[in-house]
């Protein structure tokens, strides 16, 4: 029983690197190197459970608004305030998904964010990437803040960690109304 787990492990941690060795190149990561893919693969392994919306909510994000302009969408973001600051690779403060299709959602990616408040010593930085900001918060009772995106389950053609993704949208009855 045991060398039956022990494959299916390694089955599953093979299958959340793939998608980081076999994506193409993006803008702002032409080489992501070695270093960056084994922090990133632990980001996949620590959210892989949140494309089960209901471990999402169990764990304490809630859904918020779906965000989507003329230069692409973020989608549905649902945000753990707890997590707010945390520059962890493992704990992103947001995820971001989009309609499956069937009624339900679909985890396209995750988001750090750190409220202007907490960044003392100037713009947050992950992964090597500088965070996007200062910017309002996105819904009543949100901090001013700085975010970072890492379109980790849809790739983006402008980047792993571009602020929006062409290939993301909201319907229109969800876009929130200026």
């Known amino acids: 029983m045991r060398p039956r787990l022990a494959k ?4 599953l941690t093979a299958s959340l690197c ?75 403060a947001g995820l971001l998904y989009e309609d499956d299709g069937n009624g339900g959602r679909r985890l396209v990616g995750v988001e750090w964010v750190v409220p202007t408040a907490d960044a003392t010593g100037g713009r947050p930085q992950i992964f090597g990437q500088d965070f996007q900001g200062p910017m309002a918060g996105h819904y009543p009772g949100m901090p001013r803040h700085y975010d970072l ?18 290939d993301v949208t909201c319907p229109a009855s969800d876009m929130p109304h200026a």
Do not use: I
């Open 18 to 92: 793939l998608p980081l060795t076999a994506a193409p190149a993006h803008a702002d990561a032409a080489d992501p190197g070695p270093a960056l893919q084994g922090r990133l693969a632990r980001t996949y392994a620590a959210t892989a459970k949140y494309s089960y919306l209901p471990n999402a909510l169990a764990d304490g994000y809630e859904a918020h608004m779906c965000l989507a302009r003329d230069q692409g969408g973020m989608g549905y973001h649902y945000f753990n305030e707890s997590l707010f600051g945390s520059l962890d690779p493992e704990k992103p």
């Open 149 to 166: 995106h890492a379109w980790l389950y849809k790739p983006n053609r402008n980047g792993l960690f571009a602020q929006w993704n062409p």
């Open 8 to 11: 299916a492990v390694l089955a």
